[in-house]
């Protein structure tokens, strides 16, 4: 005699539970809106996560369209199963499939499957699955003559605590920190230069300002990591440029250094200002509507904006022209990293392979390198022009090898941090020797070229304690703010520069040099932050690593 199996019983008291909502007056849980909260969950999940480095605004579109796309998939197959209930099931079911792909292949890891002979990638394997199981959902929904009733209330109270967790906790933080009503305060602070903008000899050369994230000073390099930089200071000196060989960052943090050197300003009025909230968000106008670049375009300068993957400088809507690689968009970082987490990622690199991902190891690599050919070409536009690049490098991911060579995730595992960096920097200094060359020879007049780092090494030699800045000792200080400073200044004598100029009097010694103005310099100091919680609450420094 063949025996039935058990049916999956359920509770009891959870019946009870579904004939209360059923037989009250809650008609709202009888409609299945839960394709529709699993559909904004993940977007509100993911703002959540990274509250402090986007603006909900960021959300709108992906919200949007996550609805619409959730409506859409909803309706189509009420007609195919001839019932909502089932469905909402599937859909649901389609949804959650969707934006858990990214964080399933994360989970299992790039690691490739073997059947025989066969090489099955992680992606294909979860397509595979995920084929397989919806066609069966498909199949039972179908077949089975139930309505899921208790399946539609189960889905609809399981998706509102969802979104209630992700939901509270951005209203608490929005209101709190009081961001939505400060975000536009940064603003008031850019005051225009006064009067001529013309630099008096009649010729306003063009500029260059070249930020290398994370280039330690040379002290550092050969001091802590024992490397010969020798070479490239050398190459640097010959050309002509000026090396402030005891520069420091005057803060050690590239939306703080950015903002500091772009408004040629400390920044430490904000902890007045930014009461409690501890968001980066609060400098990104500060770097976007900065007083250099307000300055130099009203004096006929045009902008060229070579952006990075980094929010803040991966474009600028105040630039004659932004630069950024074709594909996906990568400047709107929150949908890039939101495609990053569903299946739609694997299919946009079938379709589109030299798109550029937000979570994709190559991005650091293709980016950098359209940045460096990119300025090459920059530098055939006819001036007077400003040219802007944050380059991440030497900064990590170490994707490059000493020969600027691509380095895979597997390679970097196997060398130390500071082998990853120190290659990564030997790269760094050929593709700036070759773009240094190119700027001088195409260039009609003699341009203005700074060579800085905004913040100094990366934690190689003294491990940082959480960013915890309070409780580092001088020589961790001391790696993360020496940086490389150097200055190609045409017909200005040396004695106007000086070992420990700092970037924050960068401009303002170029804007006193060139365009006759009379702004005081002002005390080359550095300033550290309690730690990411408290990222205004700033303490002085400068004598500790001097």
Known sequence: MVKRTSRLKIPKKYNQ????????????????????????????????????????????????????????????????????????????????????HGHLHKLIGERPFWIWSFKIGVDKTLFFVWVLLLTSTIFFLLRTRKKLLTFKITLNIVAIFLVLIPLSSITLYELSSGRILKRGY??????????????????????????????????????????????????????????????????????????????????????????????????????????VVSFLKSAGYNYYHVGSWWPPTSKNRNATKSYQPNGVSYSDNFSSRLIDTTALLPIIRVLFPNTVYWDDWERHYKIAIFQ???????????????????????????????????????????????????????????????????????????????????????FIKYKNNGNNYKDFNDETLKERYRIINAYYLPGVKDNHLYSTITPVNSFRLIFNLYFDKKLDLLPDKSYAYENLDHLYKFFEITERIN
Not at 204 to 209: F, L, Q, W
Not at 421 to 440: A, G, M, P, R
Not at 448 to 457: M, N, P, S, T, W
């Open 186 to 291: 940064s603003e008031k602070t850019a005051k225009e230069l006064t009067e001529d903008k013309r630099n008096p000899a009649g010729k306003n050369p063009d500029i260059y300002y070249l930020i290398f994230d994370s280039y330690a000073g040379n002290d550092t390099i050969e001091g802590l990591y024992k490397y010969d930089n020798s070479s490239f200071m050398n190459f640097l000196k010959e050309r002509g440029f000026y090396i402030a060989t005891k520069s420091n960052a005057n803060y050690a943090k590239s939306s703080l250094s950015l903002a500091s050197s772009l408004n040629i300003m400390f920044l430490n009025d904000l902890s007045q200002r930014a009461g409690n909230n501890s968001s980066e968000t609060l400098l990104y106008p500060l770097i976007e509507d900065n007083k």
């Open 17 to 100: 539970v579904v004939k209360t909502i059923q037989n009250s007056g809650a008609k709202i849980f009888l409609f299945p809106f839960h394709p529709i909260l699993f559909a904004i969950y993940p977007i509100l999940f993911l703002y959540n996560q990274n509250i402090k480095e986007v603006y909900l605004s960021e959300t709108i579109i992906p919200l949007s369209i996550s609805l619409i796309s959730a409506t859409i998939i909803l309706v189509s197959f009420n007609f195919v199963f001839k019932s909502i209930n089932k469905a909402a099931f599937f859909s649901s079911l389609f949804i959650i499939i969707f934006f858990s």
């Open 372 to 458: 460096l050919n990119t300025l090459e070409t920059v530098v055939n536009k006819r001036g007077p022009k400003f040219v802007f690049a944050h380059v991440l490098l030497p900064h990590g991911p170490f994707v490059f090898g000493k020969n600027c060579e691509y380095v895979s995730r597997g390679q970097l595992e196997k060398k130390p941090s500071r082998n990853g960096y120190l290659d990564q920097l030997s790269c760094t200094n050929k593709k700036i020797e070759t773009l240094v060359d190119k700027i001088l020879e195409v260039s009609k007049e003699p341009p203005i070229i700074i060579l800085q780092a905004d913040e100094g090494g990366p």
